[in-house]
């Protein structure tokens, strides 16, 4: 299945993180807005573009700023406010003013040793970044020290991060593990470890339910999806078979977390649907029936998910990586290694 309507951007540079602008008003079901990141050129830069959906679904550049090193991460923390990690082992704030201009803001530089900044979270004002030497640096947008350092929070290149609640704070690595950091402790080390499997296939990318951050979904090197919850165990709930090739990033839907989208580093970019988990479930025990229906995420049920989940192949198969997805309303935004990115309309939950 293909979605029949899309319009692409060619950029000239390889494309490694998208993010629609944030919802100014929540009345709004989608944002007109969206930042772009490239990576592996000389110069590199952060972009800010406008999407007319009323015209002719034109896409238009407002600003392009230079930028230090890979752009590695690539986050929003309000509509006005955009945060990016380098390779160089910098974060960098830029403003947005005027609905159109960028302005660079604070910066903080060498955070991380050879091989720079991996991965970017945010919650509230607090930004994180770990990097492939193993360090996590928690700071706040008002204050130029580091509100929390953990020197040695892996021995091996840390993938992603997020944030499951303001306190606390999930890593995966290269050897499939996820770690757990209390920011309200003063430990320096996880107060939970969690292992995908014993053959340590590196976690690639991370994602937290956007309603209830016990729920977490992992891609992996092998293409696989693992459903996390961190309230129980320390292995997944659910294994799902997935893409051929490493995952580059997973998300789920903001307003309706049934439905996640994956991208992957042979060119596939994939819509989940478990909506028709739950309403096949009914009154059986296919989700545990001790959870409130409405409640519970159709996630959870293992047996559910292997058998009921529809996915959806969204367009063709790219001859490129695709890196980076993010989804707002009916709009879906992607972009790869192939110089472009990508906004596809009215795709159907």
């Not at 592996?40 to 007319?52: I, M, P, Q, T």
């Not at 309200?184 to 499997?197: G, H, I, Q, V």
């Not at 992996?220 to 659910?238: C, I, K, M, Y």
């Not at 994956?262 to 819509?271: A, N, P, R, V």
Request: hydrophobic share 35%.
């Amino acid at each position: 299945m293909s979605v029949a309507a899309g319009t692409s951007r060619f950029v000239s540079k390889k494309v490694r993180k998208v993010r629609w602008r944030p919802r100014a008003d929540s009345m709004q079901s989608g944002s007109d807005m969206l930042a772009t990141g490239s990576w592996d050129d000389e110069v590199n830069d952060v972009s800010l573009w406008k999407y007319s959906e009323d015209t002719d679904n034109s896409i238009s550049l407002l600003a392009s700023l230079k930028h230090e090193g890979d752009v590695t991460g690539l986050s929003w923390l309000n509509p006005d406010l955009l945060a990016t990690s380098s390779s160089r082992g910098g974060v960098s704030l830029y403003r947005l003013e005027q609905y159109k201009i960028l302005t660079p803001g604070q910066s903080w530089t060498d955070l991380h040793a050879e091989g720079g900044a991996t991965c970017l979270s945010i919650h509230g004002e607090s930004v994180a970044t770990a990097g492939q030497d193993g360090k996590i640096n928690v700071l706040n947008v008002r204050q130029r020290a580091a509100v929390k350092v953990f020197d040695k929070a892996d021995s091996c290149s840390i993938t992603d991060l997020v944030f499951s609640r303001s306190s606390d704070l999930l890593s995966s690595n290269m050897r499939g593990q996820i770690k757990l950091f209390d920011l309200r402790s003063n430990k320096s080390e996880p107060s939970s470890t969690f292992l995908l499997s014993n053959e340590q296939v590196a976690i690639t990318c991370l994602a937290k339910h956007p309603s209830q951050g016990h729920i977490v979904i992992s891609g992996g090197e092998n293409g696989f999806l693992a459903v996390w919850d961190l309230r129980q165990g320390s292995h997944p709930t659910t294994l799902l078979s997935a893409h051929q090739t490493p995952i580059s990033e997973v998300q789920f839907h903001p307003d309706q977390p049934d439905h996640i989208f994956t991208c992957s580093q042979g060119g596939e970019l994939w819509h989940w649907n478990g909506s028709s988990i739950k309403s096949s479930a009914g009154g059986s025990n296919i989700i545990n029936t001790s959870m409130d229906l409405n409640l519970s995420s159709p996630w959870l049920s293992s047996e559910a998910v292997k058998h009921k989940v529809e996915t959806n192949s969204l367009v063709s198969r790219q001859p490129l990586p695709i890196n980076s997805v993010d989804v707002l309303g009916h709009s879906v935004l992607f972009g790869g290694d192939n110089e472009a990115f990508y906004v596809l309309h009215n795709v159907v939950l």
